[in-house]
């Protein structure tokens, strides 16, 4: 209820008798400030203005709860009289004023559909479940939405035939209460396609990214088959496959443990529809001997399952001690190249210190005295230190070659390349020898070995390739 006052000047204060049926209803607020204005209720409902006041305003704003003995179409009235006010210095009278307030009945809430009908497909309706899937044939292209409302009192929309889309058709039935309440109730009518899916089916099988630690890949989407060669110490590799799809599925090895040979990995997509594509990818860990620095070799001798690790070494021809103790501990052999030989090292203790290798400087005099042949001289000018063993070595490109072995103190005597790997031992390495390529001819009936002439040959595509450098750390 509110309390008004209009056309007055310079009001301070407002008072009058405050009376209402107290069996029917209950104050709420007998002290409060509304307006700006403090109000107290008791027999009398008085208002003070903290500042006078003019012109037309509500004073106070009485609240009131009913009663459980107020009953439906009672009423009662409330009752402001004997009302005066006053500017401070001078009272006045005022009208009274009455209200009555009814109990009427409360607006219905009610909201719920009583039935829910479509023309075609299936729906087993609840009134208190309001979202449903019906699927049709393609051949329907429409349908009609009926249903009813629980209070007659309640208003309803969204009924009538809808013409379907393929794939999903979502319609909303809203329920409107006599208070104004709402109750949406949706049917998501699911019409088939040609093949029968009630919703899209996506057939694709694209992914994004296909990355293999091991070696690098160009992928494609228009590409199923891969294939890579590894060094023999990568003996694990990571697979990481994405896709921006979330209806596919993959199926593939995230890590992946690589076995010397062939090693076929493969990558399973599966598209929402089923459709199914595999991609492979054929890794190759090589057992072919290959060189790496000598900070690379420490790590590279705990996964080689070769017994050879090639290093590389910078000049001044020093092999530390720490890939010496290693490859002695793992019982695997050093492969020092430099320039164009290579010396095979079989360390048979640990080492504290570096060890330095001398390779021999060949004299003019020994150019002169091989110039007729196309070949390589090899030799060190100092022998191993103690603890370690070495050996000659043939680069695997020419083992399956014929090659004659010369002593240039002694180049009467050619002797045959006996060792099947290309491993040259028995020899002092400090004596200086020659390598050169032999052919076998046919002769008389007889097979003889014959040196290829420089002038004749200059090597015949045949390269000699023994590889040995050096380094000092």
Request: overall charge negative; charged content about 15%; proline content about 3%.
């Amino acid at each position: 209820m509110n309390v008004n006052v209009s056309n007055v000047n310079n009001l301070v204060a407002i008072e009058g008798n405050f009376t209402y049926d107290t069996s029917k209803l209950q104050l709420l607020d007998n002290e409060f400030s509304y307006n700006g204005f403090d109000v107290a209720i008791g027999s009398r409902l008085v208002v003070n203005f903290k500042t006078p006041r003019s012109g037309s305003f509500t004073a106070a704003q009485v609240r009131f709860r009913a009663r459980s003995t107020f009953n439906v179409n009672d009423n009662t009235t409330i009752r402001f009289t004997s009302v005066s006010g006053s500017n401070g210095t001078q009272d006045f009278s005022a009208n009274n004023a009455e209200t009555t307030v009814a109990m009427t009945p409360a607006k219905s809430s009610n909201n719920y559909l009583s039935s829910l009908n479509v023309s075609s497909g299936q729906l087993n309706f609840t009134k208190t479940v309001t979202s449903y899937t019906v699927d049709v044939e393609n051949s329907v292209s429409s349908i009609t939405i009926s249903g009813q409302v629980e209070d007659a009192k309640a208003r309803v929309s969204g009924l009538g035939t809808f013409n379907l889309n393929v794939y999903e058709n979502p319609i909303n039935v809203v329920v409107s209460a006599e208070d104004g309440s709402r109750r949406t109730y949706t049917i998501n009518v699911r019409r088939k396609d040609e093949l029968g899916n009630p919703v899209f089916v996506s057939s694709n099988t694209d992914i994004e990214t296909l990355t293999f630690s091991a070696c690098e890949l160009s992928f494609s989407n228009l590409i199923d088959d891969y294939s890579c060669v590894v060094r023999n110490d990568v003996n694990q590799s990571t697979l990481e496959v994405s896709t921006s799809d979330p209806s596919m599925t993959l199926e593939y090895p995230s890590s992946v443990n690589l076995s010397v040979g062939i090693n076929t990995i493969e990558v399973k997509v599966v598209a929402e529809n089923g459709n199914v594509r595999i991609i492979t990818l054929v890794v190759e860990r090589s057992d072919d001997v290959f060189f790496v620095s000598q900070e690379q070799a420490l790590i590279s001798l705990e996964t080689i399952s070769i017994p050879i690790l090639g290093i590389n070494i910078q000049a001044g021809e020093v092999v530390f001690a720490d890939v010496l103790t290693q490859a002695f501990r793992l019982n695997k052999k050093l492969l020092i190249q430099n320039e164009a030989t290579s010396i095979l090292l079989t360390p048979q203790q640990d080492f504290t210190e570096d060890i330095q290798l001398f390779f021999v400087s060949i004299s003019e005099t020994f150019y002169q005295r091989f110039n007729y042949a196309q070949g390589q001289f090899v030799g060190l000018s100092e022998p191993l230190p103690s603890g370690v063993s070495g050996a000659w070595y043939i680069h695997p490109s020419l083992q399956s070659l014929s090659l004659n072995i010369y002593d240039v103190n002694d180049p009467s005597t050619p002797l045959r390349l006996a060792s099947q790997d290309g491993i040259i031992e028995g020899v002092d390495l400090t004596q200086v020898l020659f390598i050169t390529p032999a052919t076998l001819h046919q002769a008389n009936g007889s097979w003889i070995w014959l040196i290829l002439s420089g002038v004749g040959g200059m090597l015949i595509g045949i390269g000699i390739m023994l590889l040995i450098r050096m380094r000092k750390a």
